[in-house]
């Protein structure tokens, strides 16, 4: 019987250092670590702030997961890496890594696509995934819907964002705000409290001649003016911010069209499963509304545990071992970090 593959991932497309170590569908260990305090006080990520942030945790942070799982580097069968899209120097940092890893253990190398990634992660959570599937990716640089046939090959991308993805748009309303960075968790616990119809915010691309164009995309750039707008007239009128209900109607706003986007696009493709991952999948609004809408329609929704859902090792060490288990082409030890990755590949 042919044992299940051993992979070591590493994910450094961001702010964060992840490393995972998975066999088969079980993740053993799950080690990050994260520059995100260094980042706060800009209000955003820093690229040349993440690079260094990778190059001192690196090391210690491999060697955490090897320990925690109980391995050695001799041990693993493959090494995965995010080789794109991402930062540029953060992913030069992590392809780096994994390149210097494989060589010296002798090891075969799977640079793979960060965006498939995040669909992978969920077999850790529920097992293999059905195929088709449709995947609805939402974080802080993508809003993206997939049609995932194998995640093995290539995926057919549906739609994205023409302007701000969701989890840009949750940290720029949550600075208006005067919420902490990153802005998705303050945002969702502050909506607890506040009515989501409190507040008519814009959903964008939902109109008729919108849904002729661009059915499966995304824009939120017009919703985040919306916000700003309406703080900044409640402001000059001396007048108090209702944060709670600001976040409760603009979140509602976001989850209402990702979610209805995202179950249209399983209908029309007669698809009975959808996969969310990324970062605002952790939105406990998006998972209510989501799951909802799709038990109408008979559409199962899997979603990864929160920690699953924001960037990490395990993702990465999910894909490479369903492409090890596929006997799919290691890739070249001169592979480039891309950080424009285009959506259809998952392995270069």
């Not at 109980?70 to 780096?96: F, M, N, Q, S």
């Not at 939402?138 to 964002?161: F, K, M, N, Q, W």
């Not at 993805?165 to 945002?187: S, W």
């Not at 209900?245 to 989850?255: G, H, I, R, T």
Request: a negative charge.
């Amino acid at each position: 019987m042919k044992t299940e593959p051993l992979v070591l991932g590493i994910e450094t497309s961001c702010d964060e250092t992840g490393v995972g170590i998975v066999r088969g569908h079980t993740l053993l260990a799950d080690a990050v670590a994260s520059s995100v305090d260094e980042h706060a006080r800009f209000g955003g990520v820093v690229p040349e702030v993440a690079s260094r942030a990778h190059l001192e945790a690196m090391v210690p942070t491999v060697q955490r997961a090897l320990d925690t799982a109980g391995v050695t580097l001799a041990d693993v069968d493959a090494i995965a890496v995010t080789a794109g899209p991402g930062l540029a120097g953060a992913l030069l940092v992590g392809v780096a890594a994994a390149k210097a890893y494989a060589l010296a253990a002798d090891k075969p190398l799977y640079g793979v696509n960060h965006l498939a990634a995040h669909v992978a992660v969920d077999t850790l959570e529920h097992g293999p995934l059905p195929e088709p599937a449709i995947a609805l990716l939402v974080s802080g640089g993508h809003s993206s819907l997939l049609r995932v046939d194998d995640l093995a090959g290539e995926v057919e991308p549906l739609g994205s964002t023409i302007d701000d993805a969701a989890g840009e748009a949750f940290d720029k309303v949550a600075r208006l705000l005067g919420l902490p960075f990153p802005g998705g968790p303050p945002i969702d616990r502050e909506a607890r409290a506040g009515d989501p119809a409190a507040i008519s915010f814009p959903r964008g691309l939902t109109g008729p001649r919108d849904l002729e164009r661009h059915r499966f995309d995304f824009s939120f750039s017009g919703l985040k003016t919306a916000v700003a707008r309406w703080v900044e007239a409640r402001q000059r009128a001396g007048e108090p911010v209702p944060v709670a209900d600001v976040a409760a109607s603009f979140q509602e706003a976001v989850c209402d069209v990702l979610a209805a986007k995202a179950v249209d696009a399983c209908r029309t493709h007669g698809v009975e499963t959808l996969v969310i991952g990324g970062g605002v999948a952790a939105n406990s609004r998006l998972r209510a509304v989501a799951e909802e809408r799709a038990a109408k329609y008979g559409i199962t929704v899997r979603v990864p545990r929160p920690k699953l859902c924001t960037d990490n090792g395990a993702m990465v060490a999910a894909l490479g071992s369903h492409l090890v288990a596929a006997d799919a082409r290691p890739s070249a030890l001169d592979l480039p970090a891309d950080s424009a990755m285009p959506l259809t590949v998952v392995t270069v």
